[in-house]
């Protein structure tokens, strides 16, 4: 069973930072690509940022492109996101996606989600 599990989420102020993790127990993870993306209260979720096996492609949302950074170190199976400059409209729930790969250099969703982690942007 490949579980991935997110931690770092918490409540934060505007301009504040905060950096998640996603760690997957197993082989799976250096061989896949894998995503973050979120879901805001009454919203669908969306990607916010993906990464290849061997961070050769990076993408982020272009409503995060300069304040959140993807990342990931597959000695450690943990992908993180550190996200900058925070503003309210990025509070949300943050899932991690894993075993994802690319059509191109557009992202394709794996089958492992993780359960989430909130995050809450106070003004």
């Known amino acids: 069973q490949v579980q991935p599990v997110e931690s770092g989420g918490g409540v934060v102020q505007v301009g504040g930072s905060l950096r998640l993790s996603c760690t997957v127990a197993?082989?799976?993870?250096?061989?896949?690509?894998i995503s973050w993306h979120r879901q805001a209260p009454g919203a669908q979720r969306e990607l916010v940022a993906d990464?290849?096996?061997?961070?050769?492609?990076?993408n982020h949302a272009v409503p995060v492109r300069g304040r959140f950074i993807i990342s990931r170190d597959n000695a450690k199976n943990t992908a993180y996101l550190q996200m900058n400059s925070l503003k309210p409209e990025d509070t949300a729930v943050y899932y991690c996606?894993?075993?994802?790969?690319?059509?191109?250099?557009?992202?394709?969703?794996?089958?492992?989600w993780g359960q989430g982690t909130r995050v809450t942007v106070s003004s």
């Open positions: 990464i290849s096996r061997d961070s050769m492609i990076i």
């Open positions: 996606n894993v075993g994802g790969s690319y059509r191109g250099t557009s992202y394709q969703e794996g089958p492992y």
């Open positions: 197993g082989s799976i993870f250096p061989l896949n690509a």
